[in-house]
T-cell receptor, first 110, second 112 residues
């Protein structure tokens, strides 16, 4: 039981490049979330998926897209990366009221 | 607007001393409240949570938190800290739509 896994762990992009951050959970949770963490700002919700086949915007969705591929997987895509998207990205899944987090992806956009 | 505030950005505490981290929330109704810990380079681990009932909740790693409705607070405490408690701690609140709002975090440094 691996919980929530994220790939890659670290990525460097040039401005304008695209990439997809992968997230998978093996806990059979319906809801999944993507957050970004920036110094002094805590975690901010980018997008979430209440169940397979549904996605909704969170607090900071601009510049991102998501796909809920199936119940296990929830990916985050940056179509044209910008330096402002340099951050640590966390995926989470939810059981009842508690969310469980992956180890994070550190993204640097030059 | 719903918000979570952690007034202390950084706290330094001696090993063996007690620790208290402050958290205040601003919600229309009592939200579900959580404390998470993040060790350097790691993800967030759930320490404890409060939904209703007993206002003093026990968590993992010897932590506890007390919910005070009159003060809109949910402070985290540990009677005696260990060097391994050095980490960043986040308070979070969940509204009815299951979204979490996080405080900015408090970094705890433990000195020998």
């Amino acid at each position: 039981n691996a919980g929530v896994t994220q790939t890659p762990k670290f990525q460097v992009l040039k401005t304008g490049q695209s990439m997809t951050l992968q997230c998978a959970q093996d806990m059979n949770h319906n809801s999944m979330y993507w957050y970004r963490q920036d110094p002094g700002m805590g975690l901010r919700l980018i997008y979430y998926s209440a169940s397979e086949g549904t996605t909704d915007k969170g607090e900071v969705p601009n510049g991102y897209n998501v796909s809920r591929l199936n119940k296990r997987e929830f990916s985050l895509r940056l179509e044209s990366a910008a330096p402002s998207q340099t951050s640590v990205y966390f995926c989470a899944s939810r059981e009842l009221a508690s969310q469980y987090f992956g180890p994070g992806t550190r993204l640097l956009v030059l | 607007a719903q918000s979570v505030t952690q007034p202390d950005i950084h706290i330094t505490v001696s090993e063996g001393a007690s620790l208290e981290l402050r958290c205040n929330y601003s919600y229309g109704a009592t939200p579900y409240l959580f404390w998470y810990v993040q060790s350097p380079g790691q993800g967030l681990q759930l320490l404890l949570k409060y939904f209703s009932g007993d206002t003093l909740v026990q968590g993992i790693k010897g932590f506890e938190a007390e919910f005070k409705r009159s003060q809109s607070s949910f402070n985290l405490r540990k009677p005696s800290v260990h060097w391994s408690d050095a980490a960043e701690y986040f308070c979070a609140a969940r509204s009815n739509d299951y979204k979490l709002s996080f405080g900015a975090g408090t970094t705890v440094t433990v000195r020998a």
